[in-house]
């Protein structure tokens, strides 16, 4: 189909752009962090969501080429912003069919020696459903990625079906709760009790939490009251390109 042959051009033709969104911290009052995320603009079908391309680079096994390209680019940008004596920590998205590849963790090293990227100002973000399609091999592939000096974090929090002692074979170092239990989390009862129990089990797991999809003054103060300080939504910012980054962050406090 046409998406398909556009993506396998799209690197070439520079079609991908990164924009970043802020995790902000409540406690210190700074951002602690970006989420990057990739946005396509082709020249003939115009934008498309990864929403939608995402899926179909992963089944047609091009996620990998789009995947390094989006890495790289971070990388240099950290990098970039290093040298103007800004430490920023980046997360990036990774899908499963890449912790598949026999060759990943090795292009990971790679990307970052190129560029001269410091692990630890990287997170990788994955989502639950990782965990439970090849148990071994994930844990293999997370052990490697953990001790190149990457952190973990899992993606989409709660819509998954990890038990407690499944989280504690990984080494995970934070949770992102799903956007679906902050949405309504000021009428919803059985939403605030999955916060409440994900903060709990964060403490005896030494996990931080974030909170996503955070679009409101009133989600903030009950997600605060459950002891969540960390935050990321359109409320603070929605994602931007990297040139209207700093003046967003400046805004926000
Ligand atoms: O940014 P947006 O809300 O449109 O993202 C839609 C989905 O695409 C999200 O689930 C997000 O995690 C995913 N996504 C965005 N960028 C990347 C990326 O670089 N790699 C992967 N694997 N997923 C991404
Ligand atoms: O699946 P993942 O968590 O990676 O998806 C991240 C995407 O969620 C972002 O790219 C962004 O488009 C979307 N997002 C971020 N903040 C908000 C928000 O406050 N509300 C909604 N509806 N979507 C958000
Ligand atoms: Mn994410
Ligand atoms: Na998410």
């Given at each position: 189909?046409?998406?398909?042959?556009?993506?396998?051009?799209?690197?070439?033709?520079?079609?991908?752009?990164?924009?970043?969104?802020?995790?902000?911290?409540?406690?210190?009052?700074?951002?602690?962090?970006?989420?990057?995320?990739?946005?396509?603009?082709?020249?003939?079908?115009?934008?498309?969501?990864?929403?939608?391309?995402?899926?179909?680079?992963?089944?047609?096994?091009?996620?990998?080429?789009?995947?390094?390209?989006?890495?790289?680019?971070?990388?240099?940008?950290?990098?970039?912003?290093?040298?103007?004596?800004?430490?920023?920590?980046?997360?990036?998205?990774i899908s499963y069919r890449q912790i598949e590849e026999?060759?990943f963790?090795?292009?990971?090293?790679?990307?970052?020696?190129?560029?001269?990227?410091?692990?630890?100002?990287?997170?990788?973000?994955i989502?639950?459903?990782i965990?439970?399609e090849d148990?071994?091999l994930a844990?293999k592939v997370l052990?490697?990625i953990?001790?190149?000096?990457?952190?973990?974090?899992?993606?989409?929090?709660?819509?998954?079906?990890?038990?407690?002692?499944?989280?504690?074979?990984?080494?995970?170092?934070?949770?992102?709760?799903?956007?679906?239990?902050?949405?309504?989390?000021?009428?919803?009862?059985?939403?605030?009790?999955?916060?409440?129990?994900?903060?709990?089990?964060?403490?005896?797991?030494?996990?931080?939490?974030?909170?996503?999809?955070?679009?409101?003054?009133?989600?903030?103060?009950?997600?605060?009251?459950?002891?969540?300080?960390?935050?990321?939504?359109?409320?603070?910012?929605?994602?931007?390109?990297?040139?209207?980054?700093?003046?967003?962050?400046?805004?926000?406090?």
């Amino acid at each position: 189909i046409a998406i398909q042959s556009q993506l396998y051009q799209a690197v070439d033709k520079d079609e991908f752009t990164v924009y970043y969104q802020p995790q902000v911290n409540l406690n210190t009052k700074e951002v602690e962090g970006l989420e990057a995320l990739i946005r396509w603009n082709n020249q003939e079908l115009g934008f498309i969501s990864p929403g939608e391309f995402i899926p179909i680079a992963e089944e047609s096994g091009w996620i990998s080429t789009i995947s390094n390209w989006m890495m790289e680019e971070v990388f240099k940008d950290i990098v970039g912003w290093e040298a103007e004596g800004i430490n920023l920590h980046v997360a990036i998205n990774i899908s499963y069919r890449q912790i598949e590849e026999s060759d990943f963790v090795e292009n990971v090293m790679y990307l970052l020696n190129k560029t001269g990227c410091l692990a630890d100002n990287i997170t990788f973000e994955i989502t639950e459903s990782i965990l439970m399609e090849d148990l071994d091999l994930a844990l293999k592939v997370l052990t490697e990625i953990k001790a190149l000096g990457i952190r973990i974090s899992i993606d989409d929090f709660g819509i998954g079906y990890s038990s407690l002692s499944y989280l504690k074979k990984f080494p995970i170092d934070s949770l992102k709760i799903d956007r679906a239990f902050v949405k309504n989390i000021q009428e919803d009862k059985n939403d605030m009790a999955i916060v409440q129990a994900i903060m709990e089990m964060s403490k005896s797991l030494e996990m931080t939490v974030i909170a996503e999809g955070v679009e409101t003054v009133q989600q903030i103060h009950i997600l605060k009251e459950l002891g969540c300080t960390a935050f990321q939504g359109f409320w603070f910012s929605r994602p931007v390109p990297k040139s209207e980054l700093a003046i967003n962050i400046t805004h926000i406090y």
